[in-house]
């Protein structure tokens, strides 16, 4: 895989010396369209991807031809932004993470316990108008988010049970290149070791680490169930995964195209979404009867109350996440039993 991963990279690195920039690249008279994404071929967001695929190439066939690159094939997320920032290649699947050092208001998906429930979460997601204007943060930075995708419910699971976060005290624990998620984790009183997606196998299996963050699916997607036997449902975050697009080529379509990109980023997040349940499902009985893996039920408000004061801190250190924040709040509260009195 690592050969392989080597190899993509070098030719496209070859192509965009030889002045073929990535973005521009032509086959048969067809501009080729390259999406990076970190997840597995049977993974909900390959499955939208792949619908993306499909609907871009039944409309604008004779013009565009869409190739995916999963299992980080072209570099981990971060590396994967940048190739996409500059038009190396075009669309990147990325969790909000790692937009944070390009837009700070992505800062608010690393919050912890921001959304009191998953219709909350949706509803906000599901609301392009929106999140449109969200999404057009990063303009400056030469891309442009489409849609989002269902990533689930962020949990710790580790090498040792950890029941409540006086467990956590002395653990290692993996986080994303975040630096609201750096806090977070130090904040439920365990030390942060940001890495990407990728290198968390290997960190568990050698004991660099003790474990991780994550959803389900990471635990039989990505293997970690292997390493990790103890899956904690404390629920800290719902952080979504973001198709980006670069801006620039976005920009070249033209009107129509770019009707059609936006459709199919659409119809992928529908196909995403109603694939993704079942798939935790899945992953759930998988990782328990197969994989060893023990889910352990916590009482979340411990944890909720450990982190309490992040919230504030987070809002009067970065005043662009405010206005999210409280249309989050107006969401979240139409779903709570105070919000429904
Ligand atoms: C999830 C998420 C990815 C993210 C990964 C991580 O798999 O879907 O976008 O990169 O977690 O923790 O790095």
Redesign the pocket.
Known sequence: MKGLKRFLAAALCAAMLTGMSGCTSVTDGKRIIRIAH??SETHP?HLGLLKFKEHIEEKLGDKYEVQIFPNELLGA?QRAIELTQTGAIDFV???T??LETFANVYEIFSMPYLFTSEEAYHEVMNDTDYMNQVYASTDEAGFRVLTW?N?GT?NFYATKPIHTPEDLKGLKMRV?QSPASVNMVKAFGAAASPM??GE?YTAIQQGVIDG????E??LTN?KHGEVAKYFSYNKHQM?P?MLIGNLKFLNSLSEEERAVFEEAALLSTEVELADWDQQVEEAKKIAENDMGVEFIDVDVQVFRDKVDGVQDQMLEENPNIRELYDYIQEVNAKYTEEGAE
Do not use: I, M, T
């Not at 991780?212 to 959803?215: D, L, S, T, V, Y």
């Open positions: 970190a997840q967001e997320a699947v990325a969790g993470a790692n995708y990533a962020r994303q990407s997606f968390v991780a963050e994550n959803n699916l990471a990505n952080v995964d």
